[in-house]
């Protein structure tokens, strides 16, 4: 679709950092080693979408939660519209994409697609 428009693409990658009073079981979690482990991973996925991408796109890390970062993300990229993943298949998967997507067209200034 982007390459017969001869659209611009960007992925994003949304990594919510945790904060530094955050406690598992009974020992705090080192926060800034599970942070770098959270940027690897958001790194390596955009290396999985980009090798799964058939025309140029932009990759880049977005920070925050996910409704704000990406509504700001696509005012600050100037995005004309916001494509988000299918929903997942399971019942609480899809009421869980349902509500973050609702959350993110409250925020965002360009239209939010979902596809079914």
Do not use: H
């Amino acid at each position: 679709m982007a390459r017969r428009s001869g659209t611009r693409l960007t992925v994003v990658v949304v990594v919510e950092l945790e904060r530094p009073t955050r406690w598992i079981t009974r020992f705090p979690r080192q926060t800034s080693v599970w942070n770098d482990v959270l940027l690897d991973e958001a790194r390596a996925d955009l290396a999985r979408a980009a090798r799964l991408l058939e025309v140029p796109a932009e990759m880049t890390v977005l920070f925050g939660s996910t409704a704000q970062a990406l509504a700001d993300g696509a005012a600050e990229f100037g995005c004309d519209a916001i494509m988000l993943p299918a929903r997942p298949r399971s019942p609480l998967g899809r009421l869980l994409a349902g509500n973050r997507a609702a959350a993110l067209r409250r925020r965002a200034s360009c239209p939010v697609l979902l596809p079914g």
